[in-house]
């Protein structure tokens, strides 16, 4: 097909596409603890149903976790097969008073659709889908379709799923549709992303609440030390102060402070913490953040010294360190510095490690021409991503052959998991444009690589 007939064949199937995203983004499908998985369940019956409407042999597997889905058609004599990726789980919605629809009953405003998982990452997966719908029985390349059912909750199960069915999704290229772009109207490859440490340190005075006045001003309560032990976690100028994390430069991409205060959602007079640019603050250093706090309740709270209090920690750690060398340094600073001999607890709750992707090569030049195209002329910007997506890493590793491209279909505005998440439909257009660009680019590549 050429480059006007895909333009063409994308354009005609955005109608249903998006009937499909709003049909997708209606289902519920949390894989935290707590809540319903039988709509996950749901979730991958949904996806299935899609991918085979585009004649992909379709199987619903599992490994312990929940439900992921995958798509396979065979390549075509002598062309490469292309691995999508995307995931069906959402996050929590959290407050709903936040909200200002309802979260799982999609809505357009001011050209954005909202609702949870219309951004992250349902459509990821109807940009896949998209592509494979402009193509109909022309598809250039082969295609597996990964499409994960729990990423949200930590992708536990996946390293397992990927290992048992490795010769099954063995691909040349991997499009993994889960990042973002660097504006609206700017495209963007993704090629570093943070690892994560999430830890929870618990902090013990007392063998049991005593009474505030008869034992004030002798006996620190746990509360008070843990406050303070979170407080050395950062200097004065907002820097990690954690000894052994590593920190490097990334790339010098401009990013006006003022554009960044506005899609942090700042409150006026609020600073910035830290220190040098922006972009390395986000995307190359690591950052720390008091997540909660399992304490009294202020309504609740009696005058009693508290005897334990426990925080949950989130640690970014910046590409080229180590998950379980950050989390000992962590967990020596904080025994180091528990104020007044407070017995110190600390677990893991989950790791994953950073990446760096090398984005030079003949189909990294692919998906930015397709890029260029789709956005009309403009240049897409190599960025850094301060979240974390493990498995990069565990694909890097299993397929170190396959050219890893990590794109998305967020913005700086979609606010993935806050309230009031959204998709810009505009942007979603060219998303879905530029993926049947790029399995076109792929095709091309490897007729010239034969």
């Known amino acids: 097909m050429s480059e006007s007939e895909v333009r063409a064949a994308v354009a005609r199937e955005l109608p249903g596409v998006r009937a499909d995203l ?47 889905v995958i798509g396979t058609r065979a390549a ?31 809505v357009e405003r001011d050209g954005r659709l909202y609702g949870r998982g219309a951004a992250d990452d349902k459509a990821g997966i109807m940009a896949h889908v998209a592509a494979l719908r402009a193509f109909g029985d022309r598809l250039p390349v082969g295609v597996v379709l990964f499409i994960e059912g729990e990423e949200e909750y930590g992708s536990d199960s996946l390293e397992r799923l ?8 063995a691909s040349d290229v991997i499009v993994i549709a889960d990042s973002t772009n660097w504006d609206v109207g700017v495209p963007a490859l993704t090629t570093s992303l943070r690892g994560v440490v999430n830890l929870f340190v618990e902090l013990r005075t007392l063998d049991h609440a005593v009474h505030s006045g008869m034992f004030g001003g ?82 609740e709270a009696p005058n009693a010294l508290v005897p334990a209090a426990k925080a949950k920690l989130s640690v970014r750690l910046a590409p080229g360190d180590d998950p379980k060398r950050a989390y000992d340094a962590v967990c020596a600073h904080l025994e180091q510095h528990a104020p007044w001999g407070a017995r110190v607890a600390v677990t893991l709750e989950h790791d994953g490690d950073p990446c760096v992707i090398d984005a030079s090569g003949p189909m990294f030049d692919a998906a ?37 491209l990590v794109t998305g279909v967020e913005d700086p505005h979609a606010r993935a998991h ?25 095709a091309e590549q490897g007729r010239q690589a034969g």
């Open 162 to 169: 990927l290992a048992e069915h490795r010769e099954e999704i």
């Open 22 to 68: 709003e049909r997708l983004v209606r289902i519920p499908g949390i894989a935290f603890e707590g809540f319903d998985h039988s709509h996950v369940e749901r979730s991958a019956e949904a996806v299935a149903e899609l991918l085979r409407g585009c004649d992909l042999d379709v199987r619903i597997v599992r490994s312990g976790g929940q439900p992921a």
């Open 76 to 106: 075509p004599p002598g062309a490469p097969t292309v691995l999508m990726y995307a995931h069906h789980d959402v996050q929590p919605v959290g407050d709903l008073s936040l909200w200002e629809s309802e979260p799982f009953e999609p």
């Open 418 to 442: 806050g309230p009031n998440e959204s998709l810009h439909l505009g942007e979603f257009a060219r998303v879905c444009l530029a993926e049947a660009l790029l399995l076109a680019g792929v």
């Open 368 to 404: 930015r021409a397709a890029f260029r195209a789709a956005w009309d002329g403009t240049e897409p910007v190599d960025i850094g991503v301060g979240g974390s997506i493990p498995f990069i890493a565990t694909f890097q590793e299993m397929f170190p052959q396959a050219a890893i």
């Open 218 to 299: 002798a006996v620190p309560d746990a509360l008070t030390a843990l406050v303070r032990l979170l407080a050395t976690l950062h200097d004065d100028a907002g820097d990690v102060a954690v000894a052994g994390l590593t920190s490097r430069t990334g790339a010098a991409v401009d990013y006006p402070q003022d554009r960044f205060r506005a899609e942090a959602g700042l409150v006026e007079g609020v600073s910035l913490i830290g220190s040098g640019r922006i972009t390395d603050r986000l995307w190359t250093r690591p950052a720390l953040a008091v997540l909660g706090i399992d304490a009294p309740a202020t309504g």
